[in-house]
């Protein structure tokens, strides 16, 4: 196997895992994480005013600025997607 090739193989590998990653975020249960209830409030609250701000927070680890991002997430969308339908 050429160096071209193996470095090819590397980064095939790389995104496949980075891609699994992503999608276990994504269907992560954070339900139950306060920093995921936070971001849905603050989502909610920003519908309110129908902008969509910037939040700062300092989160105890990496797990919970996930957790308030996808809280987040879900809850703008959600309720963006009930907008559309009325």
Same mark, same amino acid.
């Given at each position: 196997?050429?160096?071209?090739?193996?470095?090819?193989?590397? %980064?095939?590998?790389?995104? #496949? $895992?980075?891609?699994? /990653?992503?999608? +276990? !975020?994504? %269907?992560? /249960?954070?339900?139950? *994480?306060?920093? $995921?209830?936070?971001?849905?409030?603050?989502?909610?609250?920003?519908?309110?005013? !129908?902008? %969509?701000?910037?939040?700062? #927070?300092? &989160?105890?680890? /990496?797990? /919970?600025? %996930?957790? &308030?991002?996808?809280? $987040?997430? *879900?809850?703008?969308? #959600?309720?963006?997607? +009930?907008?559309?339908?009325?």
């Amino acid at each position: 196997m050429g160096p071209a090739l193996a470095s090819a193989s590397a %980064q095939e590998h790389d995104n #496949h $895992y980075q891609s699994q /990653d992503h999608n +276990q !975020n994504n %269907q992560r /249960d954070w339900s139950n *994480n306060s920093s $995921y209830q936070m971001g849905q409030r603050e989502a909610a609250q920003d519908r309110q005013h !129908n902008k %969509q701000r910037k939040h700062r #927070h300092h &989160y105890k680890n /990496d797990e /919970d600025r %996930q957790a &308030y991002n996808a809280g $987040y997430q *879900n809850a703008w969308s #959600h309720d963006s997607d +009930q907008d559309h339908r009325h």
